[in-house]
């Protein structure tokens, strides 16, 4: 997890400088655009086709690094949406609701519906802790058991886990509601 220390700070560090100014801190703002080699085909020269060559390498060098900050903006959300879900006390909402609804639902326990209405209190729980975290940003920051998680730390902005917590939560309550409520 991200709760190292120095290793933590220079991490978030690292991703805070790949991003640009999007205040949503998209992840397709982090991945740079290609150089064109056809911009390079394209201008008059008089030289040997080494300088295309050239080109069409660092083309490829930056599409594998291109790959890599994918890979790395995707990790880092998938971080920062876990710790903000705090996904293990969710899981404790999510195995009390199942079990109540296998003990209510009496001699036959209709699979589908235990998934949906554990998958839909997941996300609502979810949805739950994040806002809790959006709202006390400025206590988290001064304690110190808090002040690595994902939003006093910077590592993501608070509009962007609004945006998380709203869609998690509106699509939660609507899986129980139209899957598990439905009959």
Known sequence: MWRGGATAASAARALRSRMLGDPVHHPSTAILPIPSARAACSAPSAASPAPIVAEAAAASV???????????????????????????????????????YVLGSG?????????????????????????????????????????????PSGRISPVHAAMWATTVGTAGTALLACKVCAG
């Open 62 to 100: 930056a599409v594998s690094s291109g790959a890599r900050s994918a890979s790395d903006v995707l990790r880092h959300y998938g971080q920062c949406y876990w710790e903000l879900s705090k996904a293990r006390l969710s899981a404790l909402v999510v195995a009390t609701s199942g079990a109540g």
């Open 107 to 151: 001699s036959i326990v209709d699979i589908a519906g235990l998934c949906y209405t554990c998958t839909g209190t997941m996300m609502v729980a979810a949805s739950a802790n994040t806002l809790n975290q959006v709202f006390e940003i400025k206590n988290d920051a001064k304690m110190k058991r808090t002040m690595r998680r994902p939003l």
